[in-house]
Structures are given as C-alpha cells and as structure tokens.
C-alpha cells in the first residue's frame, strides 16, 4: 500500500513523504477500511506536521482528518452488508490511519454513505468543514435569521462552509477575507458583505455594516489581530465562536471583557459528541445540501503524486474553499 507518511516533525516539505511499501491494515472490531477514492486536507494537517496541534497522533503517522471511498472490509462488530458502500467520514487519523494513503480506517458509526450524485472532490470537502460550521452556528451560538454572523476566514474550507451555512439557515453574512480575489470569492458564496482585511479595519466596517451594533455572531477559526478585532465589533449579549487559531495565535479574549458586553465565548469542534448527534447533524447538512443551499465551492484537487504540494499549498496561506487528494 503507499501512503504519504510524517515520521519527525517539521515543516511539511522537510517531514512528509511517499512511502511506496507502507505496511497493509486491517480494521478493529467497529472500524471498517476504506479503499479511498478522495482525501480532504486542511490546516490542521499543517500543524499536525509542525507537532502544533492538540491532536497531532504518535509519529509515525498518515495526515488527513477525513475521506471519501469505498468500504472494503470490516471489523467482527460490524454488518458486513456495508462492504461496497460508498461513504465519507473523519479518518482514524489519530491512530496514524489518515486518508492520504490508499487505504483508510474509519469507525463504523461514523462512515456516512453518499448519494451517487455526490462527487468524490465535493464529498472529501464536507465532513469536517460543514459539521464544525453546524455545530458552532446551529448547536452552539443557536443562530437564527435575527443574527448577523461575522465570519472570519471566510475563504478557507471551514469558514466558506460557515458562510453558506449561516445564509442557509436566514442569518445576514458579513465575510472577512484577505485581498481582492478572496474577497470575490466570498460575495461569490453568498455572503452579504466582505471585509477585506488587508486595507479595512474589521472593528469599524462591522459597526458600521450593523448600526453601530455589531455582529451578534462571530466564527473565528483565525485568532490573533483579526481576532481581536472582530471581538471588538462583537454585539452586546453576542456570542463568540471559537473554532481555531489559523493565524498561529488564539484570539486574546480576557473574561471582564465578556463580562462588560454580556458576550458568551463558546469554543465548537466536531469531537465528543455522540454518533447518534452527529448522524442527525449530518442529515441537516445533507437536507441543505440537497436543496442546492451547500455546495463545496473552489475545491483545489491534486492527484496522489502531489500530496506535498496539497499540503505546503495549505501551509503557503493559498487556499480558497479545500484542498482535495485524489487517490483512487
């Protein structure tokens, strides 16, 4: 089997290689393997390699935190009957079995099956960026169609699906992205306002989009400066969203500043949660996306051979929606 494997830790280019006789694995009691069709790659990846991530796996390991394939076997638990779906889900990462190799592992209660119209570079992009985006707008900040939602890193994977879920769901988008041609592509998903960060200032454009309000909503997967600044243009009884720290930093929030503006600071990721919990998020996403109001937008696709370039693209700050592996 060949697998893209990190086996010190370091920057991408000096840590990740082709590994053209990686042992075979099988699946655990409630795993099933996955002959992958397509990975999906994002940030985390990146810090995974730099050992500056809270679930960076034992070296060695296979980067990928999600995938797309077809189940090819099964643990002793598991109904056979699902060998030859065709499915997406979080990887077995963690276990050093990520998607960008042949092969995957996935646990059972977590494999989702597809629709055939689903493509293998749209359905490598879902999982993780729309169920973080669920889980920080729907089950955490519990937005409505009275909210505006400030999105930082709204062309990135998890902030693109931040920004078409919120509209799904009737809220107003206000996007923040870096340049003219993320910016583009941000009115391009939908949202209804975008703040280039390179020549505006987050704090005042919110204000002065919402009334001297404020976003009554922020998704930040960035921290650091745009952090602070869209804490500050946060509304009063707000509710901040924590996804993660794309610029290096987390956002430097202190907690009388929650306590004067009445703000929730909540933190979203897609662990912890039940299968059961993440089944039904998964059928609202997919009732969304059925509808034509999820679409995984401005996939970049490399081919297997070119898994180092996927990643050090990521690392490189390059990326408009997800970076996508085919593999099989």
Known sequence: MRAWKVSSFGEPMDVLALDENCASIEPGSSQVKVKVEVAGLGLPDVFMCRDNYPLTPELPFVPSQEAVGEVVAVGENVDPAIIGTRVLGPTLFREQKGGLAEACLMSADMA????????????????????????????????????????????????CAAVQLAKAKGAKVIAVAGGPDKSKFCMSIGADAVID?????????????????????????????????????????????????????????????????????????????????????????????QRGELKVIGNQVFDFEDGLKAIQHIAAGKVEGKVVVRIN
């Open 112 to 159: 989702f099956a597809i629709p055939d119209e689903m493509t293998g570079e749209e359905a490598a992009g879902f999982y993780i960026p729309y169920q973080t985006a669920w889980i920080g707008l729907v089950r955490r900040a519990n937005i409505t169609a009275e909210d505006t939602v400030l999105v930082l890193g709204a062309s990135g994977s998890s902030g």
């Open 197 to 289: 960060h390179r020549s505006e200032d987050i704090t005042a454009v919110t204000k002065s989009l919402t009334n001297g309000k404020g976003a009554s909503v922020v998704f930040d997967p960035v921290g650091g400066r745009a952090g602070r600044a869209a804490f500050k243009a946060t509304a009063f009884e707000g509710r901040y969203v924590v996804i993660g720290y794309a610029s290096g930093e987390w956002v430097n929030i202190t907690l009388p500043e929650t306590l004067m503006k009445n703000i929730s600071l909540v933190g979203a990721m897609p662990v912890g949660y039940s299968a059961e919990f993440m089944h039904d998020a998964h059928k609202d996403l997919m009732r969304h996306w």
